[in-house]
T-cell receptor, first 114, second 114 residues
Framework: AQKVTQAQTEISVVEKEDVTLDCVYE???????LFWYKQPPSGELVFLIR??????QNEISGRYSWNFQKSTSSFNFTITASQVVDSAVYFC???????????FGQGTTLQVKP | NAGVTQTPKFRILKIGQSMTLQCTQD?????MYWYRQDPGMGLKLIYY???????DKGEVPNGYNVSRSTTEDFPLRLELAAPSQTSVYFC?????????????FGPGTRLTVL
């Protein structure tokens, strides 16, 4: 069975701090895909990144970076120099190679205080 | 492109009432999905469709029905509303069914059953 665990329910930081959101996954598929979505207070889901299981290169996009480690089944997300606008719920999700169905973690609520 | 649109945005139902949540996408995507998001939880798949006339159950299908008569529309039907169906419902679509295909989400419908 596939499963995604986001052990951090809520994180609170002060603006400009760095913060890492953890994501651990379980799957028996050899090919799979990992995603991060952002859900701001307005409620919509915003796609942030997709990573396939064969690409373990870390990725950086502005203040965002992702660390994918197959050895520990983790796909962690770091925000550098956090801003108030980063306050949101962040979801990690997993899908297999032969289905687009997403398995979501429970989400981590990030609060960035000014 | 409007992307994925959902109506209504909010709805309050009484126990036992029925309603249809509408979902339309204008991206010519074959694959469409319905998820529900309970408070403090991640999204769970209700039903999905791989094309017009083809639908299948997801993780939590009980109490719901779907149909897919056109590529654009994927309505979700609640026949006998129950308080357990109080949730936020998201519709999504993707170009392909492989895990490497990004899902685009609608803005959500917030449903309360009293």
């Amino acid at each position: 069975a596939q499963k995604v665990t986001q052990a951090q329910t809520e994180i609170s930081v002060v603006e400009k701090e760095d913060v890492t959101l953890d994501c651990v996954y379980e799957t028996r598929d050899t090919t799979y895909y990992l995603f991060w979505y952002k859900q701001p207070p307005s409620g919509e889901l915003v796609f942030l990144i997709r990573r396939n299981s064969f690409d373990e290169q870390n990725e950086i996009s502005g203040r965002y970076s992702w660390n994918f480690q197959k050895s520990t089944s983790s796909f962690n997300f770091t925000i550098t120099a956090s801003q108030v606008v980063d306050s949101a719920v962040y979801f990690c999700a997993l899908s297999g190679s032969n289905t687009g169905k997403l398995i979501f973690g429970q989400g981590t609520t990030l609060q960035v205080k000014p | 492109n409007a992307g994925v649109t959902q109506t209504p945005k909010f709805r309050i139902l009484k126990i036992g009432q029925s309603m249809t949540l509408q979902c339309t996408q204008d991206m010519n995507h074959n694959y469409m999905y319905w998820y529900r998001q309970d408070p403090g939880m991640g999204l769970k798949l209700i039903y999905y469709s791989v094309g017009a006339g083809i639908t299948d159950k997801g993780e939590v299908p009980n109490g719901y029905n779907v149909s897919r008569s056109t590529t654009e529309d994927f309505p979700l039907r609640l026949e006998l509303a129950a308080p357990s169906q109080t949730s936020v419902y998201f519709c999504a679509s993707s170009l392909g069914d492989r895990g490497n295909s990004e899902q685009f989400f609608g803005p959500g419908t917030r449903l309360t059953v009293l």
